[in-house]
């Protein structure tokens, strides 16, 4: 039977995630042979000193992971297909094991028995009818749930036919561009963030924007200067600015709702983590103040994985409709299957009980990553940490530092004058490790 060396934090919360981890990274390793037998699950939890069902849940997610396999009678083994590959030192480089996003979440933690079980429930009980291609807006199902969901939690005021079902946030802009500059019938100005994340430039220019850059300072968006770039749109990420982490305040989100009023622009509202809070009371949806000039875009990318590809936009009925039409003209619309799997899960509960869970592991990541900077870097100046995914890091030379930092596993980029640095993807323990190594660099 296997001698395990789990070790376990229990100011940290997430204890079954915590021994799942473990487990995985003892799989993966090799350390965990296959066909390695566990400890009961009793045996187990006595030795760690948690309770039994602490235990069973991080096995059963480990088994409905493949990284175990349980029959009765025979015990938890490692499951035979869990074997290390042979090519397994290129695919562990730090880089590809835990991505080059600062944004990115633990992968790790998809609540995969959860989706499995709305998964199943779905192919159950959809109707044949229901596997054609739709509505290219997205099935009625998760536009209602999503709906209700906004609502309740970002204080939008959307109804379900404002909503059109996307593959995330980059489709969602990308086709809202395409459909103004189509309206214009030229391309069209758009004003975006500085600093701010490069990685969709290339998709908004070939969607028919051209970009020009408006400050951010301690309070958001400079209003004023946008005004003066003569631009037919913003895009804006007002409850967490990327890279700063900045709220937009309550003085320039009215200006910016005046602006656009004054000038009929839009405002493209990019909400992409702002679920994940931590020090402070939620921040509502810039679109909930002006539903008639913002149009509110979020996926479930960082809540629960990119790889599923949903996502959503919400816009006053004349532009969900002509977005809707665009997504009908390039792509027929999103995979029905794992539309009516998300709505089941939001319905359930599930998907709030996974928002919670991640919120409480972040925010003790976030801690470790603060606690380990000002050891072993004082001089360094961090903001942004009240919300979100990453930090930033006010520093000299941040390209030498973000190579040092993606060195040792850590997602980190260089951004305006500083470092975005992710603590999502990073167990706490691995992150002041992955400092204190840094440090002695």
Request: proline share 6%.
């Amino acid at each position: 039977m296997a001698d395990l060396h789990i070790e376990v934090d229990r100011a940290a919360g997430g204890i079954a995630g915590q021994i799942a981890r473990e487990l995985r990274e003892s799989v993966r390793s090799g350390r965990l042979a296959p066909a390695a037998r566990l400890p009961a699950s009793r045996d187990l939890a006595r030795d760690l000193g948690v309770s039994r069902g602490v235990v069973v849940e991080a096995y059963e997610q480990l088994v409905a992971e493949g990284f175990l396999e349980s029959r009765t009678g025979a015990g938890t083994r490692v499951a035979a297909a869990a074997a290390r590959s042979e090519r397994e030192p290129e695919a562990a480089s730090p880089e590809a094991a835990l991505g080059h996003r600062p944004t990115s979440p633990d992968l790790g933690a998809f609540p995969r028995r959860a989706w499995s079980a709305a998964l199943r429930q779905v192919l159950a009980t959809l109707p044949n009818d229901s596997l054609d291609y739709g509505d290219p807006g997205g099935v009625p199902e998760l536009r209602a749930q999503l709906a209700a969901y906004l609502r309740r939690v970002r204080a939008a005021d959307v109804a379900p036919r404002d909503i059109v079902i996307v593959t995330g946030v980059a489709q969602g802009l990308s086709l809202f561009v395409h459909v103004l500059a189509q309206k214009a019938g030229r391309p069209i100005r758009l004003a975006t963030e500085s600093p701010a994340s490069t990685r969709q430039e290339p998709l908004l220019r070939r969607a028919g924007a051209e970009l020009v850059g408006v400050p951010v300072d301690e309070e958001g968006l400079d209003v004023a200067a946008l005004a003066r770039t003569g631009a037919e749109a913003v895009l804006v990420t007002p409850a967490h600015h990327y890279p700063t982490g900045v709220v937009l305040s309550p003085r320039r989100r009215a200006e910016l709702v005046a602006w656009a009023a004054a000038t009929g622009a839009a405002v493209l509202e990019d909400d992409y983590d702002a679920e994940f809070r931590f020090d402070r009371d939620p921040v509502g949806c810039l679109q909930g103040l002006a539903p008639a000039h913002v149009v509110f875009a979020g996926s479930v990318s960082k809540a629960l994985a990119p790889g599923l590809r949903l996502g959503w936009i919400a816009a006053p009925p004349s532009l969900a409709d002509a977005v809707r039409l665009a997504r009908a003209e390039f792509d027929l619309g999103s995979p029905v299957i794992d539309q009516h799997a998300l709505a089941r899960f939001i319905e359930s509960g599930g998907y709030e009980r996974h928002l919670r869970r991640m919120r409480r592991e972040y925010r003790g990541r976030r801690d470790a990553l603060v606690r380990a900077l000002a050891e072993h870097f004082p001089g360094v100046r961090v903001r942004g940490i009240s919300a979100g995914l990453h930090l930033y890091a006010e520093l000299d030379d941040p390209l030498s530092f973000a190579r040092a930092a993606q060195a040792h596993g850590i997602a980190a980029e260089p951004a305006g004058d500083g470092l975005a640095i992710g603590f999502a993807r990073l167990p706490e323990h691995r992150i002041a490790a992955a400092v204190r190594a840094m440090a002695r660099v």
